[in-house]
């Protein structure tokens, strides 16, 4: 047996500009221009401002996920202190 069409099932064409509306290409939009910035920012609320000084600090265990993954762990552990932050960071 052979069905009509029904037109009732069928979507609405949908323009390009309504498919890309929610999608958000590059960076989000932040005050600051680096990424490690927001992070010390969050950090500051806990270890104070001293945590600005990690990223400058040299070593291949200053990275930005080591940071994040870092502060994690001691506000986990409610130690917050730098140096101990310090200590998480080269042992990641």
């Given at each position: 047996?052979?069905?009509?069409?029904?037109?009732?099932?069928?979507?609405?064409?949908?323009?390009?500009?309504?498919?890309?509306?929610?999608?958000?290409?590059?960076?989000?939009?932040?005050?600051?221009?680096?990424?490690?910035?927001?992070?010390?920012?969050?950090?500051?609320?806990?270890?104070?401002?001293?945590?600005?000084?990690?990223?400058?600090?040299?070593?291949?265990?200053?990275?930005?996920?080591?940071?994040?993954?870092?502060?994690?762990?001691?506000?986990?552990?409610?130690?917050?202190?730098?140096?101990?932050?310090?200590?998480?960071m080269k042992r990641l």
């Amino acid at each position: 047996m052979h069905k009509e069409y029904d037109e009732s099932y069928t979507n609405a064409p949908k323009s390009m500009s309504s498919l890309f509306g929610e999608l958000q290409f590059g960076k989000k939009e932040t005050k600051h221009e680096f990424e490690f910035q927001e992070i010390c920012e969050d950090l500051q609320k806990d270890f104070g401002k001293l945590v600005w000084t990690i990223p400058h600090k040299k070593g291949n265990w200053v990275t930005n996920y080591n940071l994040k993954k870092a502060g994690a762990i001691a506000r986990k552990a409610g130690v917050t202190t730098v140096p101990y932050l310090i200590g998480i960071m080269k042992r990641l």
